[in-house]
T-cell receptor, first 113, second 116 residues
């Protein structure tokens, strides 16, 4: 049973427009959420995170929104660039000592020039 | 810091052979994770260590898989005997966990294992 879900396997967006990637989780004990980006033949790279005490975190073109009551988070990329084309993974963990990270299945983003 | 270092990058082996994957975490990190990525299951956690102690190995598929972390700077994942269905990309990651919560996990480049 997947605790972290990304229901869109793929997404295509025009360069310069907004990309919105969605993630849902089932475990209410999760209190720390992360987004990773992965290029082919490379390991996932950390992008941005958010603690459950916040509902928004922004870093440059990337913003993560958290809706705890809906157990939903989203990643907004504005403006999207061709170099953003990659697989994006949502991950969640409990903020206790030594907890592991649970990953969603990923969404492949294609930014079209 | 060079980041998380995994070796080898690629491994091709015959069914039934023993395979050992190696990982050097980032210095100072106290949590280490082994993940496996496949088309069918995505990124699945196999095992994670905290302060060199295995905390959760419920993701290890079966007894053919074993992992060790003899010290804070080295971990191995062993498959014996290997089977074709073990073919996947295996990632090692490390993080700094503390009583105030986790930092993000940093991943290595992965080992692509092919069992023929």
């Amino acid at each position: 049973d997947q605790q972290v879900k990304q229901n869109s396997p793929s997404l295509s967006v025009q360069e310069g427009r907004i990309s919105i990637l969605n993630c849902d989780y089932t475990n209410s004990m999760f209190d720390y959420f992360l987004w990773y980006k992965k290029y082919p033949a490379e390991g996932p790279t950390f992008l941005i995170s958010i603690s459950s005490i916040k509902d928004k975190n922004e870093d440059g073109r990337f913003t993560v929104f958290l809706n705890k009551s809906a157990k939903h988070l989203s990643l907004h990329i504005v403006p999207s660039q061709p170099g953003d084309s990659a697989v994006y993974f949502c991950a969640a963990s409990r903020g206790n000592y030594g907890q592991n990270f649970v990953f969603g299945p990923g969404t492949r983003l294609s930014v079209l020039p | 810091d060079a980041g998380v270092i995994q070796s080898p990058r690629h491994e091709v082996t015959e069914m039934g052979q023993e395979v050992t994957l190696r990982c050097k975490p980032i210095s100072g990190h106290n949590s280490l994770f082994w993940y496996r990525q496949t088309m069918m299951r995505g990124l699945e956690l196999l095992i994670y260590f905290n302060n060199n102690v295995p905390i959760d190995d419920s993701g290890m598929p079966e007894d053919r898989f074993s992992a060790k972390m003899p010290n804070a700077s080295f971990s191995t994942l062993k498959i014996q005997p290997s089977e074709p269905r073990d073919s996947a990309v295996y990632f090692c990651a490390s993080s700094l966990s503390g009583r105030t919560g986790n930092t993000e996990a940093f991943f290595g480049q992965g080992t692509r294992l092919t069992v023929v």
